[in-house]
């Protein structure tokens, strides 16, 4: 406590100031540092709540002493206690949602209730269902279901139920796909009720997954995508990950097209029905019948007797033929593959030369060909369609090689979030500075005093301006030329003093003069020599 004394009174204003709020700085490093990796790590536990299921979790949680934070619209607490916190609470009841299901129908009773009345509150309780189911999902914090049905009407005839659902997401806009997740999801939940007739609503996008209501359900940009992931994968299990790169361009049709054809084949005919017909008749006439003047005269050879016959024979066949018809019609939607075109850039391999040069080597053209095979045969190439494809072996920036895989991250880094350790890492830096390089150096600059003139007169423990170790004693080498003082004597133990030859100056007014030059280094030998000599006593 002496020596700290010592020291702090030998210590200016200016680095009294210094030493003192390098201290400060310390202990408040020191103690954030400990606060930080005291406090556990925050994890959510609650987002996207209404104001009053909100604040019945956080008294939930207050009865408990459980630590929480809010951040916004969001409830965070310990990490470790998240789990046991949610399914706690949801024993509970909380938080409490206020969409209501089927409970609705719990409170109906027989009697005074209409059948108008269960209706829509089964309605009521079906929208209620459907929208827990959506909210279910970690993307989405709020859903509203309305489902519009008038098959209660007796009246009306070929009415179809339509509905409509209005999401609110806890970060990007929903994709179209998610968007038919959720028309397909309501249009099970309903008779009758079909996808298309199903709108979705984005807080944030507007109307989802309008533009694919006459298509397949798939825009160009889908169709891409998927194939790009699957020649991605395909090429990445030859050449390791990381070292393909595909792009996929998808020319799609966008208009649509109805035809109707009705054709005729007159070579293929069959007979369906054979009719036939045959008519015959016979006539015949005598003659003699006219009353004429040869008939009258006596010998008689005026009389007719003529006679004549004929016979008629007719035969009729009518056959039915039924020729083949042919009746097709195509509706063309779109979203139709017009053309299709695969690029696909591969990394190759490195050489180490002697010298320590590395060299590129592209992948061989064999392996480019089979590539190309089997990148063809994943994407459909159609070569009458005009697709293309390209594959290319160049060096990439990173220089990884062939098969290497990402770096597994260690179990350190998986269990502490990252932030918490960089904010770790920089209050340990900054406390080490300060301990290193400000009070250390002051501290022990003040404790290192040199009483020494540039020929060389008295030394202090712990070294001097000359960068000389001292130990406290005087150096009698120094002081060969000074004559022996009356009663010598041992110093405290530190040894007898030597003076030889006289020189012309009056040691007793040198040693005098370099004493009130430094009084303070005086001082503190002197002191140091009667504390030694009273511990030796």
Same mark, same amino acid.
Do not use: C
């Given at each position: 406590?002496?020596?700290?004394?010592?020291?702090?009174?030998?210590?200016?204003?200016?680095?009294?100031?210094?030493?003192?709020?390098?201290?400060?700085?310390?202990?408040?490093?020191?103690?954030?540092?400990?606060?930080?990796?005291?406090?556990?790590?925050?994890?959510?536990?609650?987002?996207?709540?209404? /104001?009053?299921?909100?604040?019945?979790?956080?008294?939930?949680?207050?009865?408990?002493?459980?630590?929480?934070?809010?951040?916004?619209?969001?409830?965070?607490?310990?990490?470790?206690?998240?789990?046991?916190?949610?399914?706690?609470?949801?024993?509970?009841?909380?938080?409490?949602?206020?969409?209501?299901?089927?409970?609705?129908?719990?409170?109906?009773?027989?009697?005074?209730?209409?059948?108008?009345?269960?209706?829509?509150?089964?309605?009521?309780?079906?929208?209620?269902?459907?929208?827990?189911?959506?909210?279910? /999902?970690?993307?989405?914090?709020?859903?509203?279901?309305?489902?519009?049905?008038?098959?209660?009407?007796?009246?009306?005839?070929?009415?179809?139920?339509?509905?409509?659902?209005?999401?609110?997401?806890?970060?990007?806009?929903?994709?179209?796909?998610?968007?038919?997740?959720?028309?397909?999801?309501?249009?099970?939940?309903?008779?009758?009720?079909?996808?298309?007739?199903?709108?979705?609503?984005?807080?944030?996008?507007?109307?989802?997954?309008?533009?694919?209501?006459?298509?397949?359900?798939?825009?160009?940009?889908?169709?891409?995508?998927?194939?790009?992931?699957?020649?991605?994968?395909?090429?990445?299990?030859?050449?390791?990950?990381?070292?393909?790169?595909?792009?996929?361009?998808?020319?799609?049709?966008?208009?649509?097209?109805?035809?109707?054809?009705?054709?005729?084949?007159?070579?293929?005919?069959?007979?369906?029905?054979?009719?036939?017909?045959?008519?015959?008749?016979? @006539?015949?006439?005598?003659?003699?019948? /006219?009353?004429?003047?040869?008939?009258?005269?006596?010998?008689?050879?005026?009389?007719?007797?003529?006679?004549?016959?004929?016979?008629?024979?007719?035969?009729?066949?009518?056959? /039915?033929?039924?020729?083949?018809?042919?009746?097709?019609?195509?509706?063309?939607?779109?979203?139709?593959?017009?053309?299709?075109?695969?690029?696909?850039?591969?990394?190759?391999?490195?050489?180490?030369?002697? #010298?320590?040069?590395?060299?590129?080597?592209?992948?061989?053209?064999?392996?480019?060909?089979?590539?190309? #095979?089997?990148?063809? @045969?994943?994407?459909?190439?159609?070569?009458?369609?005009?697709? #293309?494809?390209?594959?290319?072996?160049?060096?990439?920036?990173?220089?990884?090689?062939?098969?290497?895989?990402?770096?597994?991250?260690?179990?350190?880094?998986?269990?502490?979030?990252?932030?918490?350790?960089?904010?770790?890492?920089?209050?340990?830096?900054?406390?080490?500075?300060?301990?290193?390089?400000?009070?250390?150096?002051?501290?022990?600059?003040?404790?290192?005093?040199?009483?020494?003139?540039?020929?060389?007169?008295?030394?202090?423990?712990?070294?001097?301006?000359?960068?000389?170790?001292?130990?406290?004693?005087?150096?009698?080498?120094?002081?060969?030329?000074?004559?022996?003082?009356?009663?010598?004597?041992?110093?405290?133990?530190?040894?007898?003093?030597?003076?030889?030859?006289?020189?012309?100056?009056?040691?007793?007014?040198?040693?005098?003069?370099?004493?009130?030059?430094?009084?303070?280094?005086?001082?503190?030998?002197?002191?140091?020599?009667? #504390?030694?000599?009273?511990?030796?006593?």
């Amino acid at each position: 406590m002496q020596q700290i004394s010592t020291i702090w009174n030998a210590l200016s204003a200016q680095k009294r100031v210094i030493v003192l709020a390098a201290t400060v700085a310390m202990i408040l490093g020191i103690l954030a540092m400990s606060r930080m990796a005291s406090s556990p790590s925050m994890a959510l536990l609650y987002a996207g709540l209404e /104001n009053g299921a909100a604040g019945e979790v956080v008294e939930a949680l207050e009865k408990r002493g459980v630590q929480y934070e809010v951040r916004g619209g969001a409830i965070f607490v310990p990490m470790a206690q998240r789990d046991t916190l949610r399914m706690t609470l949801a024993s509970e009841g909380l938080p409490a949602n206020s969409n209501k299901g089927y409970e609705l129908l719990d409170g109906l009773s027989g009697f005074g209730t209409t059948s108008q009345m269960f209706d829509a509150a089964y309605w009521r309780a079906k929208e209620g269902e459907l929208a827990r189911t959506i909210v279910a /999902n970690p993307l989405i914090a709020t859903a509203r279901v309305h489902i519009a049905n008038s098959t209660a009407n007796p009246f009306q005839r070929d009415v179809t139920p339509s509905a409509s659902i209005s999401v609110s997401t806890t970060g990007e806009v929903l994709s179209a796909a998610q968007a038919r997740a959720l028309k397909y999801l309501v249009a099970s939940a309903v008779p009758g009720l079909v996808a298309e007739n199903v709108a979705v609503i984005d807080g944030k996008g507007g109307l989802i997954g309008s533009e694919d209501e006459t298509g397949s359900g798939q825009t160009a940009d889908d169709k891409a995508s998927a194939l790009r992931d699957r020649v991605q994968r395909l090429v990445e299990a030859r050449v390791g990950l990381g070292n393909a790169v595909v792009e996929v361009s998808v020319d799609t049709v966008t208009e649509s097209e109805s035809i109707r054809e009705h054709r005729f084949d007159p070579e293929s005919r069959v007979v369906i029905s054979t009719d036939t017909e045959e008519q015959s008749s016979t @006539s015949q006439d005598s003659g003699g019948g /006219n009353v004429t003047v040869a008939s009258n005269l006596p010998d008689g050879q005026g009389g007719g007797s003529d006679s004549s016959s004929s016979q008629n024979s007719e035969t009729r066949e009518r056959v /039915n033929y039924e020729v083949s018809e042919t009746t097709r019609e195509v509706t063309r939607s779109p979203g139709a593959i017009k053309r299709l075109t695969v690029a696909v850039l591969v990394n190759g391999t490195y050489q180490t030369a002697a #010298d320590g040069v590395q060299t590129f080597v592209p992948l061989p053209e064999v392996e480019l060909g089979a590539l190309r #095979d089997l990148v063809a @045969s994943a994407v459909g190439f159609e070569e009458a369609r005009g697709d #293309d494809i390209t594959i290319r072996s160049l060096p990439f920036e990173r220089q990884e090689g062939l098969g290497s895989g990402p770096v597994e991250p260690g179990w350190f880094a998986m269990t502490l979030d990252p932030m918490s350790l960089l904010q770790m890492a920089v209050l340990a830096l900054v406390t080490l500075i300060l301990g290193l390089f400000v009070v250390r150096p002051i501290l022990s600059g003040s404790s290192k005093r040199a009483l020494a003139a540039p020929d060389g007169t008295l030394a202090l423990a712990g070294g001097g301006a000359t960068g000389e170790v001292l130990d406290g004693e005087i150096d009698t080498g120094d002081f060969a030329e000074l004559p022996a003082l009356a009663g010598g004597g041992d110093f405290g133990g530190m040894g007898m003093v030597d003076f030889e030859s006289p020189v012309s100056e009056d040691p007793v007014d040198r040693l005098r003069n370099l004493i009130e030059e430094r009084k303070t280094e005086t001082v503190e030998i002197l002191r140091s020599w009667l #504390d030694e000599t009273e511990d030796a006593r």
